[in-house]
């Protein structure tokens, strides 16, 4: 079984910027994809970003251009810099990833942008 750690929510800002990160643990072979989704109260999970294991990238049109998902496949980890953030950010972020055909998901870490 894979486990999905997320890190680096918080309390920010408009206009502010943060990192999340994403560590993977378990029997791990290779993901074919790895993303970040987020979950704001009383909404639908919804896809922020995701990347697939040769690097290609794809973004919600809310945060394009200003969110970037990069991967570091030596330390199991998945990355989302989060820049000019915004109140309509607000949301619990969770990492997911595709590994053999089955999907993973983190426990989701909280980031909450204050006007």
């Known amino acids: 079984q894979v486990q999905l750690v997320e890190s680096g929510g918080g309390l920010v800002q408009a206009g502010g910027s943060l990192r999340l990160s994403c560590t993977a643990s378990g029997t791990i072979f290779s993901f074919d994809a790895m993303a970040w989704y987020r979950q704001a109260p009383g909404k639908q999970r919804e896809l922020v970003a995701r990347i697939i294991s040769g690097g290609s990238t794809n973004y919600a049109d809310s945060v394009k251009g200003r969110f970037t998902i990069s991967r570091d496949n030596a330390k199991n980890t998945l990355y989302l810099q989060m820049n000019s953030l915004k109140p309509e950010d607000t949301a619990v972020y969770y990492c997911?990833?595709?590994?053999?055909?089955?999907?993973?998901w983190g426990q989701g870490t909280q980031v909450t942008v204050s006007s």
């Open positions: 997911n990833s595709l590994l053999l055909g089955q999907y993973y």
